[in-house]
């Protein structure tokens, strides 16, 4: 198996990279910034259509999207294992599915913080806040009566839920008005695997890879 990780720890990448060691998967990191114009050549884009990071190469199949690459990914390799962190049954996937896309499409548009984006944060100002809120407010009525998102143990789930609740975006969030949530995504955040991703990569100043290898 050769797994290559295009994008910076900086970047929704992070979620892919903490989603390969929790699987235990060994890879080849290519640290491409969001504004590194390698994204947009002809060879970054016949990998990924839309030019962006994360971007991942699984022996020779190309995915790009976070969520996809980590259901993709905890699909082939963690669904085995006690817990598995995807889940078997149809009906465990489809909830990993639905909390993953509803972080993304009613979470992660109200909470980032990218460069790229800031003209349309400062646009929509305080007209946001009720989303977040109300979103924040969900989240903290589901991990009020469990644990975890989708069953009894930790699953990818849970990992893609909260990689859109990152520390750096968290820290902008009033979580006190919402315990569960931050018990929560301290138990995600607190993973070895989490741990062993954001040491190895969180200090790091942001390398630009700006002659980087082509993909
Ligand atoms: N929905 C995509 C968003 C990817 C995305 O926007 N990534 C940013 C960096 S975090 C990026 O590459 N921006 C550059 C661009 O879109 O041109 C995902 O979850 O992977």
Do not use: W
């Given at each position: 198996m050769t797994l290559i990780i295009y994008g910076s720890p900086r970047s929704r990448t992070m979620r892919t990279l903490w989603a390969a060691a929790e699987l235990g998967l060994t890879y080849e990191h290519v640290p491409l910034t969001w504004d590194d114009p390698v994204l947009k050549t002809p060879d970054f884009?016949?990998?990924?259509?839309?030019?962006?990071?994360?971007?991942?190469?699984?022996?020779?199949?190309?995915?790009?999207?976070?969520?996809?690459?980590?259901?993709?990914?905890?699909?082939?390799?963690?669904?085995v294992g006690a817990p598995p962190l995807y889940p078997n049954s149809p009906e465990g996937e489809a909830e990993v599915w639905r909390w993953s896309l509803w972080a993304q499409g009613h979470l992660e548009p109200w909470v980032q913080r990218d460069a790229k984006l800031a003209p349309?944060?400062?646009?929509?100002g305080d007209a946001a806040e009720p989303l977040v809120q109300a979103a924040l407010a969900t989240l903290d009525r589901i991990l009020s009566a469990r644990a975890w998102l989708v069953g009894d143990h930790f699953t990818i789930g849970d990992l893609n839920v909260a990689g859109v609740l990152s520390p750096s975006r968290a820290e902008h969030l009033a979580l006190k008005d919402y315990p569960h949530v931050g018990a929560w995504l301290a138990r995600c955040y607190d993973r070895p695997a989490a741990r062993a991703t954001r040491a190895k990569f969180g200090g790091r100043p942001d390398v630009s890879s700006r002659s980087p290898r082509t993909p």
């Open positions: 884009l016949r990998l990924n259509p839309v030019g962006s990071i994360p971007t991942a190469v699984d022996d020779g199949f190309a995915l790009s999207e976070s969520m996809a690459i980590n259901l993709y990914l905890g699909k082939k390799y963690g669904s349309l944060r400062l646009a929509v």
